[in-house]
């Protein structure tokens, strides 16, 4: 039982069981709660002959550090993927990819909510270097409402290394910084994409910068100088949304 993980959360464990049901062990409920959601996971449960406990809250305060909705679940490590992953993602991919790039993001929420929102624009995978930056936790877990089980979070060695691989099967790299001349809605990002975001406070490293083929920046018209990492990143992605939609109809930006 030890080398189990415990995800939490409403969200999180329903996506694991409609994604990854083998990876479920356990679920546990805190006592009392029978509200429809509550009875879709353990409808989910019993599908996938997944054993569903009841605990009390405090022994589920006890588990877990962060809000978990009075839903635990025991399940089989977390997957990060391998750079190999990518050559997959791309062999079967159709159309032109997207793909982001968190060079060097720490903060679990902020990986959580990236994951979360390059789910929900369509990306191929979230690509992170293996060291200095944020992976799959529970808390990144339950931020990513249930995206951490659908896109495919890779790892790799060598970030720079990557991205020539990824250039040499065509992709064209777009950093963001603020130094840059042109915004993001200034750039084309209807074709094969790799969208990369800096960490926070420092923004992209110099030798991740070195491998750009665009720089882009968000206009920012009021006191701050920059946007959360994960804000800049949602208004990033949709921007690319926002070009293919266009462009698959016909019309113009």
């Not at 994951?115 to 931020?143: C, N, Y």
């Not at 409402?145 to 040499?168: D, F, H, M, Y």
């Not at 992209?204 to 070195?210: A, C, D, S």
Request: charged share 25%.
């Amino acid at each position: 039982m030890s080398q189990l993980e415990k995800i939490y959360g409403v969200h999180a464990v329903e996506a694991l069981l409609r994604h990854h049901p083998k990876r479920v062990k356990q679920i546990w409920l805190s006592d009392g709660r029978s509200e429809p959601r509550v009875q879709t996971l353990v409808e989910l449960a019993t599908q996938n002959r997944v054993a569903v406990g009841q605990a009390e809250r405090r022994e589920l305060d006890a588990w877990v550090e962060g809000v978990h909705q009075g839903v635990v679940a025991e399940v089989s490590p977390s997957q990060v993927w391998g750079e190999a992953m990518l050559d997959e993602l791309l062999d079967r991919t159709e159309g032109p990819p997207l793909l982001l790039v968190l060079d060097g993001v720490t903060d679990p929420h902020n990986l959580g909510a990236c994951l979360r929102t390059a789910d929900a624009a369509g990306a191929l995978a979230v690509i992170v270097p293996k060291d200095k930056s944020a992976t799959l936790t529970p808390a990144v877990r339950k931020v990513a409402c249930g995206a951490a089980e659908v896109i495919p979070l890779v790892a790799v060695t060598n970030l720079a290394r990557t991205l020539e691989k990824l250039q040499q099967r065509g992709l064209w790299v777009v950093g963001t910084a603020g130094e840059a001349e042109i915004e993001i809605y200034q750039q084309d990002l209807t074709g094969p994409t790799i969208l990369i975001m800096g960490a926070e406070g420092k923004g992209m490293r110099r030798l991740t910068r070195e491998h750009c083929d665009y720089l882009v920046k968000l206009p920012m018209a009021g006191s701050v100088s920059s946007l959360n990492v994960s804000v800049a990143t949602g208004v990033c992605l949709f921007e690319a949304v926002r070009q293919r939609g266009l462009k698959a109809s016909g019309k113009k930006a």
